[in-house]
Every structure is written in C-alpha cells, then in structure tokens.
C-alpha cells in the first residue's frame, strides 16, 4: 500500500508541475510577442517610437491621439505601456498612467468629462485612444480584469492628479488648482 500511495502522490506532484510548466510557457509567449512587436521591423534607431512619453501638454497629447490611428503605432503603445508591469493590475494601471500622462495634464482630464467642482471643464479620458491602449495592455497582464476595474482605478487616480501636482489638498479650498498646474510654461 506505500508504493501506491507514494504513486499516486508523485502523479499528483507531476500533474500540477506540468500545468505550471504550461502556464509558464503560455506566459512566455506573451513576453515574446510583446517584446517582437516593440521591436517590429527596422526598429533599432531607424524609426524611434514617435510619441514621448510622459505626455506634458495638450499639443502633445492631441498628435499622440492622431498617432494612435495608425495600428503600428497603437500596438508599440500597447506593447511600451505593458512593459511597464506592476505587483497587481491596480498598481500597473497606475504606473501605466504615470508613465503615459503628466500630473499637470491628467488635471485636464475625469473619466466621464463633466464639469468638476475645482476645474472649469474636464475633457473625458474615456473616450481617447490612449486609454485603450492601457486597457489592451492591461488585459495582457490579467485577462480577467473588467473594463468596470479598469475605469474605476483610472477614476481614481485622476481624482486625485491635482494633489499630486502639488495643489491645494482635496476638500480645503474650491480653487481652480488645475488651471494655474496644467498651464504650458
């Protein structure tokens, strides 16, 4: 009865590190198709990535949009924002967001664009190309993350872009912080 039950545990062993063996391969054949299309053809020091990122300034983040159109272009942005990684996909949004957009711009922008009580108007960041480059991105690190996740951690840390910035606290004063931060220098 030992050497069944020696068996049979070292079948279960092996069950379980064969699935992790194809996880893992899974997993690596992600990492290299995100890192084939960041390379793509000619893409040593020929054709550099045309958009700079953070993106500082509307200017910036309007030809970044008109970019974005093109499918090249829009899938080395996918690929350069899932390189950013992050311990969870709450943190990657976050670090995704740092990377991509500038404190100063992101008080420009709310997920919805409706009026905020500290800012004349907000511009709606759900509707940009740019944001759907982070989702597609995101989704490569966890394909179960909802588009609901995604948009509330994206909500949040808009919310709080002014503060960042260095603006007056939340709740202290109704000073249009958001206007003086983001103006181009």
């Not at 995704?96 to 500290?118: E, I, P, V």
Request: charged share 25%; aromatic share 6%.
């Amino acid at each position: 009865m030992h050497g069944d039950d020696t068996r049979l545990l070292l079948k279960g062993k092996s069950i379980r590190l064969n699935i992790a063996i194809q996880k893992m391969t899974s997993m690596l054949a992600e990492v290299l198709v995100v890192v084939k299309v960041s390379q793509g053809p000619g893409s040593a020091t020929t054709h550099m990535f045309p958009i700079q990122l953070p993106i500082a300034n509307e200017d910036d983040f309007n030809e970044a949009e008109s970019l974005l159109k093109n499918e090249s272009v829009r899938q080395k942005m996918i690929a350069r924002l899932a390189l950013v990684g992050g311990t969870n996909s709450e943190n990657l949004i976050r670090r995704m967001l740092a990377t991509a957009l500038t404190n100063a711009l992101a008080c420009r922008y709310n997920w919805a664009g409706k009026k905020d009580k500290r800012c004349s108007s907000k511009k709606p960041f759900k509707e940009t190309a740019i944001q759907d480059c982070m989702f597609a991105a995101a989704r490569q690190f966890d394909r179960k993350l909802t588009h609901n996740d995604f948009s509330e951690t994206v909500k949040k840390w808009l919310r709080y872009a002014p503060e960042r910035e260095g603006g007056i606290p939340r709740n202290t004063s109704e000073t249009n912080t958001c206007e003086t931060s983001a103006s181009p220098t």
